[in-house]
C-alpha cells in the first residue's frame, strides 16, 4: 500500500528527467517501504526490477534474462532472444541498451551481491565508468542494512566509492504521517494510537498489523503482535538485527538492551554490560554514526561540540520496545509467558509516558510560541530534567510532559516545580511556561492565565 512519500517520489521523478546516467542509492531499514517507493516510481516507465536474493549467479541470471525479454521484447528485434552468463554480461547490455532510450534499472536488496558475487562490485565500478556517458541509464540500488549499504558506497577503500550522485534515505513516518495512515485503514482512539505508536514506531509494515489485531484494546493488540506463542514480532528485532551487525551482534546487542533499560550515559552503559569503557565507546559510535540505531542527545543549553554531558537513546520506537520487553525477557518468554506480560502491563505506561514526550518536542517545534525556537530539546543537570525547552535569544518556553489526566491541583503543582526549575537554567530572557498532557482539568482556563496548555486533542491535530 503506498501512502506519502511525496517527496521521495518527486526527487526520483527530478532525477528520471536529467539527460544522461544517473546512480542512486535509495537505503533504509527493513519494513520501511523502500520496495513499495519503488514500485510506484516505476509505474509507466522502462524499467527493469530485479531482487538480488543471495542465489547461485547462474539462476539469479536465469530469473532475469526472463525479465529482460518480457520487458524489453518490443525494443529488441525479434531474432534477439536476452541470454546472459554473466553479472557484467547483463549490465553491458543495458548500459548499451539505453544509448536510445532511458531504462531504470533497480536492483532491491543490493547488498546481497556481496555473497553472490563480491567482485560485481568492481565490475560494476568499471563499466559504469566506461559507459555512463555514453547510456541513459538510472540505475538504483536499493539496500535494507544501513551499515552495509554505507560501507559499500561510502568505504574510500570499496570500487564504488565516489560512484552515487543521489541518496535518498527513507525513513519510518513520523508520529502524525503513521495516524493518518492508521487512520486510513482503521477507526482507532487517538490513546490507544500512542500506545501502539510506543511498540511498533512508525514502519508502514508493522502499521499494517494494526487492523488485523485492533480490536478495541491497544494492550490486547501488542500482547498478540509481541506476547503470544506464534506473535509475528516477537522474533523480528532479532531476525533483522543480526544479519545487520554479524558475528558480532552480541556485544551491540548487549548495549542496546542497556539503553532500553534507561542506562543511557558511557559509564552507566559500561558497568551494566561489563564490556570496558573503551570498547563501549567504539560501539557506541558506530551504533550512532553508521547504523543509526542509537541517537547522541545532549541538554537543549549545551554546546553538542564541547559538553561532555552526553545521553544515548535508541532511535527507532519499535527496537526501543523490542530491547526493552522482548529481548530483555527472552528466557522468560518461553518459559513463563504471561508472567512477563503482566509485569509488561505494570511498566508500559511510564514506557507510553517517554515516547509521548518525544512527541510532545516534536509538536513544540511546529507550534507558534510567539517566536519562533532556535533550539527545541530536553534539558538535564545534576537530577534535575525539564522535558522541553525552546528558546530564541529572547524568549524560552518550558514545558512538563505528562501521559495522564491532570487535575487542576495537579497541574499547578507541576507548573510551580517548573518555575522553580527555571531559576536553574542558564538562559535569560522573556519566559513561558507550559504543561503537555494526555488531558487536565479546564484547559482554556489556564491559557488565559498566560500559560502554554496542549493535550493529546491538540498533538494529533
Not at 511525496?6 to 526520483?12: M, T
Not at 541538554?299 to 526493552?324: C, G, H, Q
Not at 522468560?332 to 504471561?338: D, F, I, Q, W
Amino acid at each position: 500500500m503506498f501512502y506519502d512519500r511525496g517527496r521521495e517520489l518527486e526527487k526520483l521523478n527530478e532525477v528520471y528527467s536529467y539527460p544522461g546516467s544517473s546512480f542512486i542509492v535509495i537505503y533504509g531499514r527493513r519494513r520501511v517501504g523502500k520496495t513499495t517507493l519503488v514500485r510506484e516510481f516505476l509505474k509507466d516507465k522502462l524499467a527493469l526490477y530485479f531482487f538480488v536474493g543471495e542465489k547461485d549467479e547462474a539462476l539469479l541470471l536465469e530469473e532475469w534474462s526472463r525479465e529482460v525479454e518480457e520487458r524489453l521484447s518490443s525494443h529488441l528485434p525479434p531474432y534477439v532472444k536476452p541470454k546472459f552468463g554473466s553479472l557484467e554480461e547483463l549490465m553491458e547490455f543495458l548500459l548499451d541498451f539505453s544509448r536510445e532510450r532511458t531504462l531504470v534499472v533497480v536492483f532491491d536488496e543490493f547488498q546481497n551481491f556481496r555473497t553472490v558475487k563480491p567482485s560485481f562490485f568492481s565490475s560494476l565500478q568499471r563499466l559504469w565508468d566506461e559507459k555512463k556517458n555514453s547510456s541513459n541509464v538510472m540505475l538504483i540500488a536499493v539496500g535494507s542494512y544501513v551499515g552495509m549499504i554505507k560501507r559499500i558506497f561510502m568505504g574510500k577503500k570499496e570500487p564504488l566509492f565516489g560512484r552515487v550522485d543521489e541518496w535518498i534515505k527513507l525513513k519510518p513516518f513520523d508520529f502524525w504521517t503513521a495516524w493518518g495512515f492508521v487512520r486510513s485503514l482503521v477507526d482507532i482512539d487517538s490513546r490507544h494510537f500512542v500506545e501502539l505508536y510506543s511498540a511498533l514506531g512508525g514502519m508502514p509494515r508493522y502499521l499494517l498489523y494494526i487492523p488485523r489485531y485492533y480490536r478495541g484494546n491497544s494492550i490486547d493488540a501488542v500482547k498478540g503482535l509481541f506476547f503470544d506463542e506464534f506473535a509475528p514480532l516477537r522474533e523480528e528485532g532479532l531476525n533483522i538485527l543480526k544479519l545487520e551487525f554479524g558475528r558480532f551482534y552480541r556485544s551491540y546487542f548487549s548495549i542496546l538492551e542497556a539503553v532500553s533499560l534507561g542506562r543511557v550515559t558511557p559509564k552507566e552503559i559500561s558497568d551494566k554490560t561489563g564490556l570496558k569503557p573503551l570498547t563501549v565507546g567504539k560501539y557506541l559510535s558506530e551504533l550512532t554514526n553508521h547504523y543509526e540505531y542509537l541517537t547522541k542527545e545532549v541538554p537543549v543549553t549545551e554546546n553538542p561540540l564541547k559538553t561532555r554531558k552526553v545521553a544515548y537513546r535508541i532511535s527507532d520506537e519499535f527496537f526501543n520496545f523490542w530491547f526493552r520487553f522482548i529481548y530483555h525477557n527472552y528466557t522468560a518468554l518461553e518459559e513463563n509467558p504471561e508472567r512477563v506480560f503482566e509485569r509488561f502491563k505494570a511498566e508500559f505506561p511510564a514506557f507510553v509516558g517517554e515516547t509521548y514526550e518525544r512527541i510532545a518536542r516534536e509538536f513544540v517545534k511546529k507550534q507558534d510560541l510567539g517566536f519562533k525556537p532556535e533550539r527545541v530539546g530536553r534539558w538535564w543537570h545534576k537530577g534535575e530534567e525539564i522535558d522541553v525547552v525552546a528558546y530564541d535569544r529572547e524568549n524560552i518556553a518550558l514545558f512538563e510532559v505528562k501521559w495522564k489526566s491532570l487535575s487542576l491541583k495537579d497541574v499547578k503543582s507541576i507548573l510551580k516545580a517548573l518555575d522553580r526549575k527555571a531559576q536553574l537554567l542558564p538562559l535569560r530572557g522573556h519566559y513561558k511556561l507550559g504543561i503537555i498532557a494526555r488531558e487536565f482539568e479546564d484547559k482554556e482556563g489556564l491559557r488565559e492565565e498566560g500559560f502554554l496548555a496542549f493535550d493529546l486533542d491538540d498533538l494529533i491535530r
